[in-house]
């Protein structure tokens, strides 16, 4: 399998961030999010970012994803500096390099699953036909159906190939099996890890699951708001072979 | 079509009892809104084309008696395009069958030329023909032959009468046999109503047009005239022309010339109008205010729960502006279906309210016209006022980053209510204080939900008060003011020696004299045309009230002014004005304002006969009389009384006498023509509130449902029942519109306030009276429209699915 070297030489930078930190209020108490984070991704790359519940993690891929902004430090996506970008100009990253995969799918219940693809592709440069993305994830049967009508692992999978469909060069997944069984939840890592293989998408996986650290080429390993060690998996294991 | 707007169909439908709810309240603004204002604009097209084709003056004068030949020196008035004389003549019409004196206006008319498209003040011919003209050796054998004339179709109905039908007249003294050949309109009558009277009695006031000649010889006008009608060209106005009419006419004896807004019908139907235009706008504040409430309430709900996909939607690249426009389209479409209904609804009420309108003011045919500028105006108007309204909960959800979207809501912090803190809190139930919690905790919501309720209210009382006012006015001005049985009027002022000789009437028991002059006021640059009416110091049959019902005493000497006169003069107590009299000897005198007096109804002055007669430089002159008849005995009713009177007198073949007008049936006549009318427009005015109430009501608590429906299943699952969570829900719903009903009341009382300030006018003030029955009628419409909206909500409580309810993420 491929190493981290490997990918270090041949791919470039896709995200490099300088310390940042995020602090929030909610309510009345202040909440420290991240405390200077410094990383980097690469193209090509399949991370995991692993950690407990906030640790942070969900602030970070918010961020590098252009949900959120950093209270300081700085993040770039190639040579776009996220930190400081208008509105127009996040919009439009996310708009055209950026897929995200959610916990909860958050799938537009009153639209299919066709139609919640066509929802992202309607507005992306050049997408990939919705039912290519359909197919890519095995739903080519359920195009039709509403989300109140598919499996938790099939509105997953609809997730994932409304994300992919507008072909990003990143895709990144917020505890994409979260929400799933053992068993759905390895098929749909298995369409992440197909994606990042065939589509050469760059893809960054948060997690609170450890095994499926298994399956990266790199994991970035969170806590309190700050990395506390890098991991490389010179083996990868495919997503049948983890143990939960 | 996109993805996106197939959502907004999908989410319509989902939520489509609100859709409904909201659409409803819309499509009733508007289309009252396009009701009023579309038969507005048809009456007014319809008036003036009327106008146009029949001639309507624009100057008009009534004088003592002027020779023919004077009409040449007015058609040279320089702007005159067309002047029309002819002689007025009271006269008291006597109907078999009917006991009751009729007071009747003779018109001279000349037939040859009336069908000439430039005559003026033609009349439209309903039924039957134009009376024959009679040659002068036809003239010699006149005398027992009957006379041909046209009567106006508002006296006809009521009387049934119809072309063959024969009347009798006595005009100057003299009975005449008279043939009725035709009905007809015209645009003088288009409102019509006896000179001097606020309301109309149309069987006791008719219209006669009868051939020049026959006329003039009648009333002894023999190549003269007394009255006059003038067109002029548009570039003049008309008081140029009104400025040399008077010079002209003075030593004729004219009363002063007038133009359009002074003529009796014409002022009656602007005023009418007026009150139109004001429904209309009163009513689209209202409804515009109500749809803004219900909108933001529905669309920051539906933003509310849709935070997650409008950050899933961000996430994806869609800019604010996109998402935005998403939601306003949603808005829009809301709206839009109320729209539809709306402008149908409003175009086939419009024109039906328009019909009524033609049928109750005489008009030959309706100019309804599809107000297409109406109509596009109230449509821009709603979608941008709601767009407005609900921008705040667009812009919220615009404004909400993704990330934090994204993440679940944090609980909301409630707090223990000022009512607990209080320490009541021991009488309440968990329940109960539920209730409380979340009110204090969403105190903007439950506000609006109140204000929206309460305008349900609101829209009843504004809609029904004026029955009040106008009761109230009547009341006051027939049975407290006015207090006599009959009111004589004289053809001519006569000498005080004629209240001795009504006073020797059989069954007669009071007689009180009253003189009423025309007059020109004058104070600076402002004047007003209007009469002073003289009184007995010591009178008691028709007493001047003010706004406080105290009766106000006749000064000695000096006028007493109403006080909207006195305020378009722009006089108080201790001024002079300037009056010009134009009757009489027509001099000018300066006359003290003794004092102002507030009233509802008419532009008087008032004086002590004796000094106003000193000041006209006559006799004691008297113009007619007040009277009380002897009731006999008590079984018997008003009308057998008043029946019994005439027949036993002679007042009604009194020579001199121009009218006797008896009170009684004056108000039972009015009551019977606008009662129907009235009880449709109660009808109108209910569903229109219960429209708001509902969609206010019903939307509220479908909101709250939704909002809670994951708390409300938990109390199921912990063994709460159906009917008490039905009460913590329900519960919030009889809160609001216990607090919506003082708020509604005090909202319908202000707007009434400023619908009548909008309306005032010379003819009268309506009075802000509002029954206590109307307001409980108003209540109770808001009690019984929020039950309604219980039992819709307490079905839909009835279908939670426990399971699925819990099972939702978080």
Redesign the interface.
């Given at each position: 399998m491929t190493n981290e070297n490997t990918l270090k030489s041949s791919g470039e930078k896709v995200f490099l961030t300088k310390g940042i930190t995020r602090t929030y209020q909610?309510?009345e108490v202040q909440v420290h999010a991240l405390r200077g984070i410094d990383l980097e991704l690469y193209a090509g790359e399949f991370s995991v970012i692993l950690g407990l519940s906030g640790s942070g993690k969900s602030?970070l891929l918010?961020?590098l994803?252009g949900?959120?902004i950093p209270t300081t430090g700085q993040v770039f996506y190639k040579e776009l500096e996220l930190s400081h970008a208008t509105?127009?100009q996040l919009?439009?990253?996310?708009?055209?390099h950026?897929g995200?995969v959610?916990q909860?799918y958050?799938l537009?219940p009153?639209?299919t699953a066709l139609?919640n693809i066509?929802?992202?592709t309607?507005?992306?440069d050049d997408p990939m036909k919705p039912e290519y993305a359909l197919e890519l994830v095995g739903l080519t049967d359920r195009m039709n159906h509403f989300p109140a009508q598919l499996s938790g692992g099939q509105q997953q999978r609809v997730a994932i190939a409304?994300a992919i469909a507008?072909n990003p060069a990143v895709l990144l997944c917020d505890e994409p099996t979260g929400?799933l069984d053992i068993e759905t939840g390895v098929t749909v890592l298995e369409t992440l890890n197909r994606v990042n293989q065939e589509l050469g998408t760059t893809i960054s996986v948060i997690t609170h699951n450890a095994s499926i650290s298994d399956m990266a080429h790199r994991v970035i390993y969170l806590n309190d708001g700050q990395i506390s060690s890098i991991k490389q998996n010179d083996i990868r294991k495919t997503p049948h072979e983890l143990s939960w | 079509m996109?993805?996106?707007d197939?959502?907004i169909f999908?989410?319509l439908w989902?939520i489509r009892g609100q859709v409904i709810a909201i659409a409803l309240v819309v499509a009733c603004g508007l289309s009252t809104v396009i009701m009023s204002y579309s038969t507005l604009e048809s009456l007014q097209q319809t008036r003036e084309q009327y106008y146009q084709e029949y001639g309507f003056a624009h100057v008009f004068a009534s004088l003592k008696r002027a020779p023919n030949t004077l009409l040449e020196r007015i058609a040279q008035i320089p702007g005159v395009d067309k002047v029309v004389s002819r002689v007025l003549a009271p006269a008291r019409i006597s109907l078999k069958d009917f006991v009751e004196p009729i007071q009747g206006l003779l018109v001279s008319v000349d037939f040859q030329s009336i069908s000439n498209p430039d005559s003026l003040n033609r009349i439209y011919l309903r039924e039957g023909r134009m009376p024959k003209t009679t040659t002068s050796a036809e003239k010699m054998s006149q005398s027992n032959q009957k006379i041909e004339i046209i009567i106006n179709e508002a006296f006809a109905q009521p009387h049934d009468l119809h072309p063959g039908d024969q009347i009798k007249i006595i005009v100057n003294g003299h009975e005449k046999q008279l043939i009725i050949v035709g009905i007809a309109l015209s645009p003088e009558f288009i409102y019509q109503i006896a000179p001097g009277s606020i309301i109309p009695d149309f069987s006791r006031y008719g219209v006669i047009w009868m051939e020049d000649k026959i006329l003039e010889e009648a009333y002894d006008m023999d190549g003269a005239f007394n009255d006059l009608s003038i067109k002029h060209r548009s570039d003049i106005q008309s008081h140029v022309i009104i400025e040399k009419l008077n010079v002209i006419l003075k030593p004729y004896g004219g009363l002063g010339a007038y133009d359009r807004s002074l003529q009796v019908s014409h002022q009656f139907l602007s005023e009418e109008f007026k009150q139109l235009d004001g429904m209309g706008r009163t009513f689209s504040m209202i409804f515009l205010s109500v749809t803004i409430i219900l909108l933001n309430m529905v669309v920051g709900r539906i933003i509310a729960s849709q935070r997650?996909?409008i950050?899933?939607?961000?996430?994806?690249?869609?800019?604010?502006w996109?998402i935005g426009f998403h939601y306003s389209k949603l808005i829009v479409l809301i709206v839009m279906v109320g729209i539809v209904f709306g402008v149908l609804s409003g175009l086939f009420l419009g024109k039906n309210l328009a019909l009524l309108y033609m049928d109750y003011y005489r008009l030959p045919f309706l100019d309804y016209q599809l107000q297409v500028g109406t109509i596009l105006y109230s449509i821009s108007i709603t979608l941008i006022v709601t767009l407005l309204g609900a921008l705040f909960s667009v812009r919220k959800a615009t404004q909400l980053?993704?990330?934090?979207a994204?993440r679940p809501e944090?609980p909301q912090?409630y707090s223990i209510t000022f009512i607990e803190r209080l320490g009541l809190k021991k009488y309440l139930s968990q329940s109960s204080r539920m209730i409380l919690r979340h009110f204090e905790r969403h105190p903007l919501k439950a506000f609006m939900s109140v204000f929206g309720t309460a305008f349900a209210c609101a829209i009843m009382i504004v809609g029904t008060f004026f029955m009040d006012a106008m009761n109230y006015m009547m009341d006051i001005e027939f049975n407290r003011s006015h207090r006599e049985d009959l009111m004589v009027t004289f053809v001519n002022p006569l000498s005080y020696k004629a209240v001795y000789e009504l006073r020797n009437l059989d069954g007669v028991l009071q007689v009180e004299p009253y003189r009423s002059v025309a007059v020109k006021m004058q104070s600076g640059s402002r004047s007003h045309r209007t009469a002073i009416q003289g009184f007995m110091p010591d009178n008691r049959l028709y007493q001047v009230l003010d706004t406080k019902n105290r009766v106000v005493k006749i000064p000695e000497s000096g006028i007493l002014l109403t006080e909207f006169l006195a305020k378009k003069l722009n006089v108080t107590s201790g001024d002079m004005i300037e009056i010009e009299f134009l009757e009489g000897k027509h001099q000018d005198q300066q006359v003290q304002v003794a004092g102002v007096s507030n009233q509802y109804i008419g532009l008087s002055g008032y004086m002590n006969i004796n000094s106003l007669n000193h000041l006209l430089q006559e006799d004691s002159l008297i113009s007619g009389a007040y009277l009380t008849i002897e009731k006999g005995h008590s079984e018997k009713s008003s009308n057998e009384i008043s029946e019994h009177f005439f027949e036993q007198t002679q007042l009604k073949s009194m020579p001199q006498i121009a009218g006797v007008s008896e009170k009684k049936s004056l108000i039972d006549s009015f009551q019977k023509t606008v009662g129907d009318f009235m009880l449709t427009y109660i009808v109108f005015i209910t569903v229109l509130s219960v429209a708001i109430a509902f969609g206010v009501i019903y939307n509220n608590t479908r909101i709250t449902l939704s909002e809670r429906s994951r708390e409300l299943a938990s109390l199921r699952v912990l063994g709460y029942t159906q009917s008490e969570i039905a009460y913590i829900l329900l519960g919030e719903l009889a809160i609001i519109t216990f607090f919506a009903i003082p708020v509604g009341v005090l909202i319908g009382y202000w707007m009434s306030y400023g619908f009548i300030l909008g309306i005032q006018q010379d003819l009268f003030r309506i009075p802000l009276i509002i029954n206590l029955q109307t307001y409980i009628f108003s209540v109770l419409v808001v009690i019984g429209s929020a039950v309604i909206s219980g039992l819709f909500v307490q079905r839909k409580l009835n279908q939670i699915d426990l399971v699925s309810v819990l099972k939702v993420?978080e």
């Open positions: 909610m309510g602030t918010n961020i994803g949900l959120d509105e127009e919009t439009n990253y996310r708009r055209h950026v995200f959610f909860f958050n537009i009153s639209l139609e066509s929802v992202v309607e507005i992306a409304r507008k929400a | 996109k993805t996106l197939r959502k999908r989410e989902m997650d996909i950050a899933s939607l961000k996430a994806f690249g869609y800019s604010n996109a980053q993704p990330a934090e994204m944090i912090r993420k």
